[in-house]
């Protein structure tokens, strides 16, 4: 598995109809296909969150839309960015995750996180617990995830999850890749050297030369080269051929959550959503990729593209300036 180039989807909002909803999904995956993105993204989240939108806004249930995506395109990988693991059962996700894997011809990966946002659990009923709670989850449900994708039977008596000799058939490899998300500096980052084939953090990019330092840590705490665990970072791209519109539309979004971009000082900035965003022309979009996150020693990154990704020509655009950067 290599993802360099990631594209994800988190905005459903772009229609006028829920009739033309998943169309419109199916077009953004595959223009990302065409235009050489290495994986395409649905969140797993049954609300739209918040810094995106409303709660009430639409949200499609993820291996569902990814099941249907897999019929729609032909090489792009799939995931989640990230499953969360609080919301389904390790075993029936092993076997949701190489399903994905059959039906796609091997193009599924397992996107998994602690989960975080409390609403969904308070609303649709699951066990939210506390912080410390989610991550212990989090590694006994790997300790069983894991060796099922591997085509292992695992039995595990553990305090949250129990498995008995656990069978995931079909299966169509048995390498199916892990990866891990978060920005978490101890816990995230030591599950991901670990048991992940590849991390996606998520920070402000400022943040990122802290990020990878730590990570080399846990790397050593777990006896593992850091060269042997792909990252990548997810970014808020705002790209247009028309760097002030591009520019508009990212301060109009943050506008839309009480934030005056043209008020923040630097530091303000480093601090803030923004620093999570890159805006411009797709030319000046890849400098400040390079620059802000490929040149801490990321792999690779990760776009959502909120505000115009489902406008003609945009995600095409945006993969011709980033594609040269990451290989």
């Given at each position: ?284 979009v890849a400098e400040q990729t390079q620059q802000r996150v490929l040149d801490h ?13 489902h406008e003609p020509g945009v995600i095409e655009a945006a993969a011709r300036a ?6």
């Amino acid at each position: 598995m290599s993802i360099r180039l990631g594209y994800q989807m988190p905005n459903f909002s772009n229609t006028s109809s829920v009739r033309e909803l998943f169309p419109t999904v199916i077009a953004q995956a595959r223009a990302a296909e065409a235009a050489g993105f290495d994986a395409a993204f649905v969140m797993d989240h049954f609300y739209q969150l918040p810094g995106i939108g409303s709660p009430d806004e639409p949200m499609l249930e993820a291996y569902t839309a990814l099941g249907a995506l897999a019929t729609a395109t032909e090489r792009i990988q799939l995931s989640a960015l990230v499953t969360g693991n609080t919301y389904r059962n390790p075993a029936l996700l092993a076997k949701t995750v190489s399903t994905l894997d059959v039906v796609s011809g091997g193009r599924a990966v397992l996107g998994i996180g602690a989960g975080w946002f409390e609403l969904e659990h308070q609303q649709y009923g699951f066990e939210f617990g506390t912080f410390t709670e989610r991550f212990q989850r989090l590694e006994e449900a790997l300790q069983i995830i894991a060796p099922m994708l591997h085509g292992q039977r695992p039995t595990v008596d553990g305090k949250w999850y129990h498995t008995e000799n656990a069978l995931n058939e079909p299966r169509i490899r048995d390498d199916l890749p892990i990866m891990l998300g978060g920005g978490g500096e101890k816990k995230t980052f030591a599950l991901a050297a670990r048991f992940a084939d590849h991390l996606n953090i998520i920070c402000n990019a400022s943040l990122l030369p802290q990020k990878i330092a730590a990570l080399h840590q846990r790397c050593a705490e777990a006896d593992r080269d850091p060269s042997t665990l792909e990252t990548s970072f997810l970014a808020f791209v705002i790209a247009d051929e028309d760097g002030d519109r591009a520019r508009k539309l990212q301060a109009d979004m943050l506008a839309r959550f009480g934030i005056d971009l043209s008020a923040l000082s630097p530091e303000e900035i480093r601090n803030s959503p923004a620093d999570r965003q890159f805006a411009g022309t797709p030319d000046e979009v890849a400098e400040q990729t390079q620059q802000r996150v490929l040149d801490h020693g990321i792999d690779g990154i990760i776009v959502n593209m909120i505000t115009n990704g489902h406008e003609p020509g945009v995600i095409e655009a945006a993969a011709r300036a980033l594609k040269p950067l990451v290989g």
